[in-house]
């Protein structure tokens, strides 16, 4: 792994205790694969629409991604990776040249990006906003509620192909 992040060993085995969230590496262990996303948001709404299958674990951050990945690699796990592209038009420079840096450190990793963020997808899909009675206020339990409720309605194209993606094999 330490190889894989470019650092010692141990500066990679003190990056796993202190930079990723308490009981990461616990949702990952024994899992044959797993999905990385940023937060705990992106990780209510697609363990929501997925059902848990395959687990969808928050690593509390881009910046944290690789690290996530590459650990997860290293206790057996296969892992996709869902990222924010913030390309949108409230994203800045730095934002997007984040991203970018992650993709390339995630380089061989399945990495599936969403235009501008999940709350842009999530925006425009009727049933999952008429479930929301608060609107989109980064609520991990409201969210994961609406998403369930909503599942099975027409999800927008982008948000449709990385469901199908994530779901298959």
Do not use: I
């Amino acid at each position: 792994m330490a190889t894989t992040l470019g650092t010692s060993t141990n500066r990679a085995r003190r990056l796993v205790r202190t930079a990723l969230p308490a009981g990461f590496v616990l949702q990952v262990s024994g899992q044959a694969r797993v999905v990385l996303v940023e937060g705990v948001t992106d990780a209510a709404v697609l363990t929501a629409l997925l059902q848990g299958h395959p687990p969808v674990v928050a690593v509390g951050g881009k910046h944290l991604l690789p690290l996530a990945a590459a650990l997860a690699g290293a206790l057996g796990a296969a892992v996709d990776v869902v990222l924010d592209g913030d390309d949108g038009p409230a994203a800045g420079h730095r934002a997007r040249e984040d991203s970018r840096r992650v993709r390339e450190a995630l380089a061989g990793t399945p990495v599936h990006v969403l235009p501008g963020d999940l709350e842009a997808c999530l925006a425009r899909w009727p049933a999952f906003l008429a479930a929301l009675p608060a609107g989109l206020r980064k609520d991990p339990v409201a969210y994961a509620r609406a998403a369930a409720t909503a599942r099975g309605t027409a999800a927008p194209p982008e948000l449709a192909a990385l469901l199908t993606a994530l779901l298959s094999p």
